[in-house]
């Protein structure tokens, strides 16, 4: 679990329980998510965004915001587990 602040609100940053990363991982995805910063406050509670970064995959992120600011890696998917249908 991580702590981290943008436009001075407090998030908390979680990991569900299948996901399995190495603690560089979870750094580089905390990271990540402080780049994007504000556009974070635009989610409402009890949705869900995914974020692609090329060395680690598909990060999907389920938001709370009640009772605290929450962002949970619910799952993350490997680029070789994609599937476009064109």
Not at 5 to 21: C, H, K, N, T
């Amino acid at each position: 679990m991580y702590r981290f602040s943008i436009e001075g609100e407090d998030w908390i940053l979680r990991f569900a329980p299948q996901v399995y990363i190495e603690a560089d991982e979870k750094q580089a995805i905390l990271m990540s998510l402080l780049q994007i910063g504000n556009r974070i406050a635009n989610f409402a509670h009890g949705t869900a965004f995914i974020m692609f970064a090329k060395k680690i995959g598909a990060i999907v992120f389920d938001v709370e915001r009640i009772p605290s600011l929450i962002l949970t890696v619910s799952n993350i998917i490997p680029e070789e587990n994609w599937y476009n249908q064109e």
